[in-house]
């Protein structure tokens, strides 16, 4: 029987998830994009079928309402719901799966809008749900988090015994020309990097000040770069699922441009995520930043330069110290030449639909709530370098 997949959320990341998947339509069969605004939908599905040649169906929805998300399902009947609509929406989405007993995909856990925190644990929590429902989570499958812990566990299952310090590096390259922009969502991008940074050793997690920690990586295909240390979702966890680990830390790369942009913003207050009143109007300062700035979809186009996104894994195998790195590459032209997206969504909306395709294809299928790393990592590397993600491994 054909299969039907909805994807929620028409953003940047949404773009690429829709070309590729229905770039890859044998696996994805009719294929619906539904978000908020549906002229964004259309103007994707437009785009698809301009370049790809297929047909894709559009719908509007809340997705904070899980009444619209179920009255959607029943009409739709998807086999795998693909959430690249905002943090804020995994539980109403993933609520709305337990009751129509629909797979779910997501691409970052789940944020309270009112507290700047993100944890996997209400996420989590529905794995019984899920298991009763007899359906599939599956949490994180973007690069960082996703493909970063699908590295983590390539590298387990085929070059460690043990892996006892993993740093995942992160760096974006690109130069979109403005004097500063996000390159996705402004308000769940700077929330993220203005938080305290935090790392896993020795069984306990360390809180540092945000940007405290720097070191200098030289990033093949980009050159060395300053990279900071974050925190960063997929650590939490991989600490879980990673034997025998020590610590594993978590680093991207922000140039003196961007550092300076971001604390004048924090200094007067514009990361700010209260209300304050505005001329008798109540306005949240990061909601009004992101009003100010430029779309991140809108970035495809002028953004040029490199991605490159990998771990350093250091370990032991049959008793003797050894270290990796896996890394893969991406260029913003290439990028949006085939899909009209920058490398930062693309280097997400690849993973989510190779997620989906092995969870529709069977291949990664189970219920309950996983991570990433909790799977063969290997039809995954596999269908990454078919798709458009080719990764290299140098041993030391
Ligand atoms: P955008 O802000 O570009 O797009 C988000 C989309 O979701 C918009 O189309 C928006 O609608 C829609 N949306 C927001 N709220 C709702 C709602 N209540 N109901 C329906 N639709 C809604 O974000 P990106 O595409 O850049 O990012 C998408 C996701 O990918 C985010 O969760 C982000 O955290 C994640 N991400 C993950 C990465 C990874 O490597 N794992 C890396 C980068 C991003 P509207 O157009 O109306 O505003």
Known sequence: MTKKTLIIGAGGVGNVVAFKCAMNNKSFGDITLASRTISKCDTIAKNIKDRVGVDIKTA??????????????????????????????????????????????????????????????????????????????????????????????????????????IDILDCNDGDHGYPFATNFNPEINLREVSANGRYWEDEKWIETKPMEIKQVWDYPEVGKRDSYLLYHEEMES????????????????????????????????????????????????????????????????????????????????????????????????????????????????VPAMIGAKLMLENIWHKSGVWNMEQFDPDPFMEELNKQGLPWQVIEY
Not at 72 to 77: D, P, Q, V
Not at 109 to 134: G, I, M, S, V
Not at 294 to 308: C, H, I, Q, Y
């Open 60 to 165: 509007s929805v809340d997705a904070d309402s899980v009444d619209e998300l179920v009255t959607l399902f029943n009409e739709i009947k998807p086999d795998i719901v693909i959430n690249v609509a905002l943090p804020y929406q995994d539980l109403s989405i993933m609520d709305a799966c337990v009751e129509c007993g629909v797979d779910y995909l997501d691409t970052a856990n789940y944020e309270h809008p009112d507290t700047a925190k993100f944890e996997y644990k209400e996420q989590w929590a529905r794995d019984e749900a899920f298991k009763e429902a007899n359906i599939m989570g599956l949490l994180g499958s973007g690069f960082d988090p996703g493909v970063t812990n699908v590295f983590c566990a390539y590298a387990q299952k085929h070059y460690f015994d043990e892996i006892h310090y």
């Open 238 to 349: 991989l600490v879980k699922h990673i034997k025998g680990l020590k610590r594993i830390r978590f680093f991207m790369t922000f140039g003196e441009s961007y550092l300076t942009h971001m604390r004048c913003l924090e200094n007067v207050g514009m990361l700010g995520i209260e209300e304050v009143e505005h001329n008798g109007c109540k306005i949240v300062p990061i909601q009004f930043l992101k009003t100010l700035l430029p779309d991140p979809a809108s970035l495809g186009e002028r953004t040029k330069g490199k991605t490159n996104i990998g771990i350093y894994a250091k370990g032991i195998k049959d008793g003797k110290e050894k270290s990796i790195y896996i890394y893969q590459v991406s260029d913003h032209e290439k990028c949006y030449k085939e899909v009209m997206s920058q490398a930062v969504s693309y280097t997400t909306g």
